[in-house]
T-cell receptor, first 110, second 114 residues
Framework: QKEVEQNSGPLSVPEGAIASLNCTYSDRGSQSFFWYRQYSGKSPELIMFIYSNGDKEDGRFTAQLNKASQYVSLLIRDSQPSDSATYLCAVSYNTDKLIFGTGTRLQVFP | DGGITQSPKYLFRKEGQNVTLSCEQNLNHDAMYWYRQDPGQGLRLIYYSQIVNDFQKGDIAEGYSVSREKKESFPLTVTSAQKNPTAFYLC?????????????FGPGTRLTVL
């Protein structure tokens, strides 16, 4: 059974701080890793994806992948109240399907 | 504008009724997916289709049916056999294959059984 685990939170950080969201996965054959943001009542929107070990930066967001330890993380720098949402981690072990974690709720307070 | 549309946004069903949720995309994507999301839970795959006239069951296909007669359309029917259909239904699409397996989501349909 392939699984993706996330702490449900909430993770509370002050405005301007770095938010660190973590995700672990069970299948070593996993190939692609995705972070989605989902506001309450809305559909998920893609933030970024990562395929290779190491860091990938896009604006205030950095995805970090460590395949040996089977975890992927998302860092949000200079967190804003508008970043308050649920962040979903998704993992693909082939090109057909994604397995989603249950999400981490992030709260950024002013 | 390219994107994925779902209709209706809200749907109310009486017990014993079949209902069909619409999903259309103009992204020219080959693959399309249907997910169900319950409160506080992750997305669970219902059905997916990688090519026209072909589809596969996901993890929770019982009580649901789909068709893929056109590349841009992937409707989902929630049948009376689905015992607990109240949920948020999300349609997604992707290019499929290689590094282009990123899935993009439509706005969703919220189904409530009365």
């Amino acid at each position: 059974q392939k699984e993706v685990e996330q702490n449900s939170g909430p993770l509370s950080v002050p405005e301007g701080a770095i938010a660190s969201l973590n995700c672990t996965y069970s299948d070593r054959g996993s190939q692609s890793f995705f972070w989605y943001r989902q506001y309450s009542g809305k559909s998920p929107e893609l933030i970024m994806f990562i395929y290779s070990n190491g860091d990938k930066e896009d604006g205030r967001f950095t995805a970090q992948l460590n395949k040996a330890s089977q975890y992927v993380s998302l860092l949000i720098r200079d967190s804003q109240p508008s970043d308050s949402a649920t962040y979903l981690c998704a993992v693909s072990y082939n090109t057909d399907k994604l397995i989603f974690g249950t999400g981490t709720r992030l709260q950024v307070f002013p | 504008d390219g994107g994925i549309t779902q209709s209706p946004k809200y749907l109310f069903r009486k017990e014993g009724q079949n209902v069909t949720l619409s999903c259309e995309q103009n992204l020219n994507h080959d693959a399309m997916y249907w997910y169900r999301q319950d409160p506080g839970q992750g997305l669970r795959l219902i059905y997916y289709s990688q090519i026209v006239n072909d589809f596969q069951k996901g993890d929770i296909a019982e009580g649901y049916s789909v068709s893929r007669e056109k590349k841009e359309s992937f409707p989902l029917t929630v049948t009376s056999a689905q015992k607990n259909p109240t949920a948020f239904y999300l349609c997604a699409s992707s290019d499929g294959g290689g590094s282009a397996d990123t899935q993009y989501f439509g706005p969703g349909t919220r189904l409530t059984v009365l």
